[in-house]
């Protein structure tokens, strides 16, 4: 009997740590700055997707692995490993679409990939937990059983600092920008039905609309799963980070509460400060 290997594109912002600690691979997505293509996580940070961003006055584009990266990832697993393989959400980019070709490129190989209907560590905890049951012996349907169980009681979440990023990359109305902008409103962002749509708008700073949205996350929280919660950023003030975490854990629901930093593809969608606490519900 193989061993299971989980695998992962880029989207999942899983830290290092965390990589490691359960042997995930990870198939980074591209990132466009203006005519040149990147490898998210590779050689490109977010630190200098800001930097490119505010030099060009425009905000960079994303893109699905190419079929031939793809087909060279699972490859490289399919002989030796049965093999689970998590994607952003269908709904926002054709990476699910192009991972799947590639599998069917493997017939004797088991491989089954997952559209997470999420991103980020929407898509992490949905990683972390395949990951787990595998390094305890878990059935290989019965992981896939469990995933398809938690994949719609996933709460993924974002507060957003600069509107004007998301303006710059087609995301909101002019109006809605300077709207918010003016009146210091800072969106929420939720993953629903694996898009991603405006929740509500809280007031004021930053550091006070973080702590108000995650605040109003408290009876939720409090009706999750307790293994594990992720707080995930884009660049944000240790302080607010700090603050956020010792807020989570003053709930004193979790297990484990791992903080890790976006990467490239949602810092290129939402832009620095952007803050999500991200669980799974009951």
Known sequence: ?????????????????????????????????????????????????????????????????????????????????????????SEMSSTYQVLCNAASNFPESKITVIDSRNLSTGIGLQVVTAAEMAKNGADYDAIIAKINEIIPKVRAGFVVEDVLFLHKGGRCSALAAFGATALKLRPTLAVVDGFIKVDKKVRGDIHSATMKYAKGLEENILNADEEVVFITHSGTSQEIIDDVYAYVSSLNKFKNIYITRAGCVVSSHCGAGTLGVLFISK
């Not at 009997?1 to 490691?20: P, Q």
């Not at 490898?39 to 800001?50: L, M, R």
């Not at 425009?58 to 490289?76: L, M, N, R, V, Y």
Request: aromatic content about 8%.
């Open 1 to 89: 009997m193989k061993k299971i290997k989980i695998l992962s594109d880029s989207t999942s912002d899983l830290s290092k740590e965390l990589l490691e600690k359960y042997d995930i691979a990870v198939l980074p997505l591209q990132v466009n700055l203006g005519e040149e293509s990147r490898f998210d996580g590779k050689d490109v940070t977010p630190d200098e997707i800001y930097a490119w961003a505010d030099k060009n006055g425009k905000t960079p584009t994303t893109s699905a692995p190419s079929p031939d990266a793809a087909e060279k990832f699972i490859g490289a697993y399919a002989a030796d490993y049965d093999l689970i393989v998590f994607t952003i959400s």
